[in-house]
């Protein structure tokens, strides 16, 4: 049924996407591209996760897939709340203009 | 060319591009909505890989929870009226350097290791996946429910500002 497609398809989609978000990691200005940046590494490992239970036999891959997900909401949960509470405070939300720690 | 490996490569197209909008749109509620797309693909991938579950728990979680706080926290700090500020131009080659020669790297790993041939496609059944996270896997489940916990008290507390107080 998959006789095309082995899990090096897979890993590489997924390191591709993993790869990409990570450049938005490091370019993003603004607080709420980083926290969807951050979301697509989840996304990606969470990709990782399912092939190798799909490939390797063992159900832990999915089940951590899960786990990884809830994480993920938590923390977009946490972080957006962060974001508004500092758009409060600061009137925008550039990761470059928040120096409030800065002596 | 099965139906399977068909989905496969115009899954991972769609997830790529959507992706690529995600952390380049200067435009920050397309890169939200891109997010979304990405969200579905990806969840499309994961039904070719017979995990019918956690494809349907990324729809849920992702396209229904994170993508409408994203949309909210756009909405709600006024993002959507002007294009997000460039990235300063040293960090974008800088970070494209870094992240493609990563990329790169693992890919590499990846070809150059060794994978065990798979003898039979092995699915887990949601029934599978219950009676695993109540049983060998009940710690960390426990643990990411507190979890759970901790971040929705914690979201309302930051969030609501000093005036609810």
């Not at chain 1, 926290?35 to 089940?63: D, K, R, S, W």
């Not at chain 2, 490996?5 to 690529?20: P, Q, R």
């Not at chain 2, 020669?101 to 029934?127: C, D, R």
Request: positive net charge.
């Amino acid at each position: 049924m998959m006789e095309g497609l082995s899990m090096i398809h897979y890993l590489i989609v997924s390191i591709v996407l993993f790869g990409i978000s990570l450049y938005g990691v490091f370019t993003r200005r603004n607080a709420i591209a980083l926290l969807l940046a951050i979301e697509l590494i989840m996304l990606a490992v969470a990709l990782n996760f399912t092939a190798a239970t799909y490939f390797l036999g063992h159900a832990g891959g999915q089940i951590f897939a899960i786990f990884i997900i809830t994480v993920s909401a938590a923390e977009a949960a946490v972080g957006l709340a962060l974001v508004i509470a500092i758009y409060r405070r600061q009137k925008n939300v550039d990761l470059d203009q928040l120096t409030l720690l800065k002596g | 060319m099965t139906l399977a490996t068909i989905g496969f490569y115009i899954l991972s197209m769609i997830a790529i591009i959507a992706a690529v909008v995600t952390v380049t749109s200067r435009n920050l509620l397309y890169a939200v909505l891109a997010l979304a797309v990405a969200s579905l693909a990806v969840a499309g991938l994961m039904l070719t890989l017979s995990a019918e579950f956690l494809a349907f728990v990324v729809i849920l979680v992702y396209v229904g929870a994170v993508v409408v706080i994203g949309v909210f926290a756009v909405m709600l700090t006024g993002q959507f009226k002007k294009p997000t500020l460039p990235p300063s131009n040293e960090l974008k080659i800088l970070g494209a350097g870094v992240a493609a020669a990563l990329t790169g790297i693992l890919i590499g790993v990846v070809l150059v290791q060794p994978i065990a041939p798979v003898s039979a496609a092995h699915t887990v059944s949601v029934q599978q996946i219950g009676r695993l996270l109540l049983t060998e896997y009940v710690l960390p489940f426990e643990l990411v429910s507190v979890l759970l916990l901790a971040a929705l008290v914690g979201a309302i507390v930051i969030a609501r500002g000093k005036e609810a107080q």
